[in-house]
């Protein structure tokens, strides 16, 4: 079939349906359409070359445990691939073994060892990515009895936690704040030592040593005579095998909101339109004169008045209150960008939040020539 050249209107059309409408009761537009077969006479196949010239990452901001950036330009599929691996792909260190010599707290033993495993932990870059292998556990079931075998400086961090909860003899008589009247009345994150052995010093010492990413975590809360000791081993894994090893706390992202004002809104309304929104996404500006002069601009006569300017929509939550008051009907479009995402990461200290997307870009690299590499012997 000889190509078919659509019209502006129709190109125009198809790019406002790149839009997801989002209405009072309903959400317009919510499949693409921009895949092959699906407009009679055009090819839409993918393009390396395109996808070039469309792909943007934007930095909003970046701290070591939070940032926030756009990728501008993909698939929903691979956006979503990108959020998947930094929850579950990306490997981390964390308590898996527990080895409880005492526990007279008044915590079970279980819950301890829960709460012991789900403390995040931090340490020298290189030695937990490049030094620390895999754990490969073992398998009863084919003759593989656990032990002390398996375990090597290369793949396991041995902690311990030793503490006892005595009086403090220097308190005032009648102390009722446990943490003035006794020693080690609470137990934190900080308390647990790390025990470096082998090779560990060279890459686990000073401010490389593997420790909690935050120290005052809570742990348990002791009374006098009560004591805890305890011996553990952390291994690396992934959070597709237990949600402690996940590197993030959260990996979220939302798409572009986009707030269209097709009539003037002024006055009184103008300040209740912004009032409909968060802070910082609308703001009030004067109708200058050229404006007020303009013949079919809407703004005639209202010279000096305030009139609602869209400042800011990615602060907007898409809330759809604006569209809830008769007095701004048709004139206000809401929606929001497909192919733009906004993405949050928080990590949880044991990688750089910027650097968990770089990493996750190279697991999908890794994926995608791993299934390339299987295509092509797919018929051998």
Not at 152 to 173: M, P, Q, V, W
Not at 176 to 204: C, M, T
């Amino acid at each position: 079939m000889a190509p078919i050249q659509p019209s502006r209107e129709e190109l125009d059309r198809r790019k406002a349906s790149h839009v997801v409408g989002i209405n009072a009761e309903t959400v317009t537009n919510v499949s693409s359409t921009d895949f092959p077969g699906h407009w009679p006479g055009e090819d839409n196949s993918w393009s390396l070359e395109e996808f070039r010239n469309t792909l943007k990452v934007d930095m909003h901001h970046s701290t070591r445990t939070e940032s926030s950036f756009s990728l501008i330009g993909i698939d929903a599929s691979v956006a979503n691939a990108f959020r998947r691996i930094m929850i579950a792909e990306i490997p981390s260190v964390a308590i898996e073994d527990v080895f409880i010599h005492n526990n007279t707290s008044i915590i079970q033993d279980e819950v301890l060892c829960q709460r012991l495993g789900l403390v995040p932990f931090q340490g020298g870059k290189q030695g937990i990515r490049e030094f620390l292998k895999w754990h490969k556990k073992a398998n009863p079931e084919v003759g593989q009895p656990e032990g002390e075998s398996d375990k090597f400086d290369y793949n396991t961090i041995i902690l311990s936690l030793k503490i006892e909860c005595t009086r403090n003899k220097e308190a005032e008589k009648g102390e009722s704040d446990p943490l003035k009247a006794y020693h080690n009345a609470h137990v934190y994150a900080k308390d647990i030592q790390f025990k470096p052995f082998g090779r560990q010093e060279q890459y686990f010492s000073g401010d490389d040593a593997i420790r909690p990413t935050n120290p005052d975590i809570l742990i348990a809360k002791l009374r006098p005579g009560q004591c805890i000791d305890i011996d553990m081993h952390a291994f690396k894994g992934v959070g597709s095998d237990h949600a402690k090893f996940s590197p993030v706390a959260t990996a979220s992202y939302r798409l572009l909101p986009t707030i269209t004002i097709t009539k003037p809104i002024l006055g009184k309304d103008a300040e209740k339109f912004q009032r409909c929104f968060p802070h910082g996404v609308i703001k009030l500006d004067k109708v200058s004169k050229k404006e007020a002069m303009k013949k079919g601009s809407g703004y005639e006569g209202h010279e000096g008045q305030n009139k609602a300017v869209v400042l800011d929509a990615m602060k907007d939550t898409v809330s759809r209150e604006c569209l809830r008051h008769p007095e701004f009907e048709g004139k206000v479009k809401l929606g929001r960008i497909r192919d733009h995402f906004i993405f949050s990461v928080e990590s949880v200290g044991q990688w750089e939040s910027e650097d968990l997307f770089l990493e996750s870009v190279k697991v999908l690299k890794t994926k995608c020539e791993a299934l390339k590499k299987n295509l092509s012997t797919i018929d051998r």
